[in-house]
């Protein structure tokens, strides 16, 4: 079965601050993709990040950057110099077998950027 | 741009009285979703729609039902709205089984 397990279930940082997202995750199949959403206060889920299975390279947008590595099965994402609009709940999914069909979303972790 | 597009945002309905939520898309993408989020838990899967084929999780009760009468629009019915059917209703859409899916704003249903 396939989980996905973000320990943090809450962070507070000030501004300017860099804060790492940890996501952890199992699966048995060989063929996955792992996403990072964003859910800001209004609700609305933004998409973030798409990585496959078969790419452990890492990849930087911007503030964000995310770092797979599938010998410890995570894909955490860092936030460089935080700001207050990056306050929101960030959820770590996973879906199986190369399909979006089914995303298994971790629990999510509450970020609070504070001025 | 929206590109998903949920109305409405605020619903409320009373206990056992069915309730009809609409989701559209400008995207013409192939696969549509109906989460269910509750306060401070991940959405959860109610069902998609591929096309037309209509795929519910097993763990989905009866009184959810959807419609999508063509590729642009999606709705969920619940027939009979429960006290614990309040939550934010969240739609999507993917271009396909592989593809990210994004999502509206939500729906939040309250239930008197």
């Known amino acids: 079965a396939q989980k996905v397990t973000q320990a943090q279930t809450e962070i507070s940082v000030v501004e300017k601050e860099d804060v790492t997202l940890d996501c952890v995750y199992e699966t048995r199949d060989t063929t996955y993709y792992l996403f990072w959403y964003k859910q800001p206060p209004s609700g609305e889920l933004v998409f973030l990040i798409r990585r496959n299975s078969f790419d452990e390279q890492n990849e930087i947008s911007g503030r964000y950057s995310w770092n797979f590595q599938k010998s410890t099965s995570s894909f955490n994402f860092t936030i460089t110099a935080s700001q207050v609009v990056d306050s929101a709940v960030y959820f770590c999914?996973?879906?199986?077998?190369?399909?979006?069909?089914?995303?298994?979303f971790g629990k999510g972790m509450k970020l609070t950027v504070n001025p | 741009d929206a590109m998903v597009i949920q109305n409405p945002r605020y619903q409320v309905t009373q206990f056992g009285k069915p309730v009809t939520l609409s989701c559209s898309q400008t995207?013409?993408?192939?696969?549509m979703y109906w989460y269910q989020q509750k306060s401070s838990q991940a959405p959860k899967l109610l069902f998609h729609y591929y096309d037309k084929d209509f795929n519910n999780e097993a763990d989905t009760p009866d009184n959810f039902q959807s419609r999508r009468p063509n590729t642009s629009f999606c709705f969920l019915d619940i027939r009979s709205p429960g006290l614990g059917d309040a939550a934010m209703y969240l739609c999507?859409?993917?271009?396909?089984?592989?593809?990210?899916?994004?999502f509206g704003p939500g729906t939040r249903l309250t239930v008197t």
């Open positions: 995207l013409n993408h192939n696969v």
């Open positions: 999914a996973l879906s199986e077998k190369g399909g979006s069909e089914k995303l298994v």
């Open positions: 999507a859409t993917s271009r396909d089984n592989r593809a990210e899916q994004y």
